[in-house]
């Protein structure tokens, strides 16, 4: 048993270095994305809060803010014109996407020919969420679920056959329904405020500093110190972990198993 213990104190450590850069200040591997994050001075529009440290390249910014634009060749008025007050949210949701490097605690694989990394259950905070359903409750869409189902005869989304426009109040009753279900669950709806450290903005003034970096590394500490995480690793995978023990964890290893009782 005690043998058990000094191992899993020093695979812990050896975790938690391995993992560091895997979770922090990184960009995922999707369609736009850079490799890594770094400083993009000309960042467009409602991107620019990342401007110091992007995923996100000046020409991504500027498309992000474009019906239709080359990203995702995506139609936002696919319902007829979507009032400004509402498209702000949807520009605001592509910037945190695509430009955002603290979003890797919630980056999860991809079952896609188009990206091989997305974000899964952001917590978005409370404010983000409930302005962004404010501002488009009386925006009409068709679809509840905007990441798949439409039809693409045309190279645009369109509305699938059949289906019928109807105001956002109707589709995403709550909050709720907008945020997480829009994306197929990119993010999940908390009760968690702008500033408590504990949630995602999507908003936030870049001359206070990116309240994002915190709250990343925040649930970076959870998930690489969560037990379930201890106890559910596989053989192989608590192999690797032996294997990636620094030279200064190995070295220590057998004076410590010799003082073992």
Known sequence: MAVGQVLLVLLAASTVSATKDLLLN?????KHHKSKPGPEGLLHGQCSPWKDNACCTANTSSEAHRDQSYLYSFNWNHCGVMPPKCKRHFIQDTCLYEC????GPWIDKADSSWRRERILHVPLCKEDCEEWWEDCKDSVTCKENWHKGWNWATGTNRCPWGS???????VFP????LCEKIWSNSYK????????GRCIQMWFDPAQGNPNVLVAKHYAWKKRS????MKNA???ETGKAVCALPWPALVPL????LMLP
């Open 26 to 30: 990184v960009c995922m591997d999707a």
């Open 100 to 103: 955002s490097p603290n979003l």
């Open 164 to 170: 019928m426009c109807r105001p956002f109040s109707h």
């Open 174 to 177: 709550q909050p709720a329904d």
């Open 189 to 196: 709806y908390t009760t968690e405020h702008r500033g408590s």
């Open 226 to 229: 969560s037990p379930a995480r």
């Open 234 to 236: 596989t053989p192989a």
């Open 254 to 257: 057998p004076l410590a198993l």
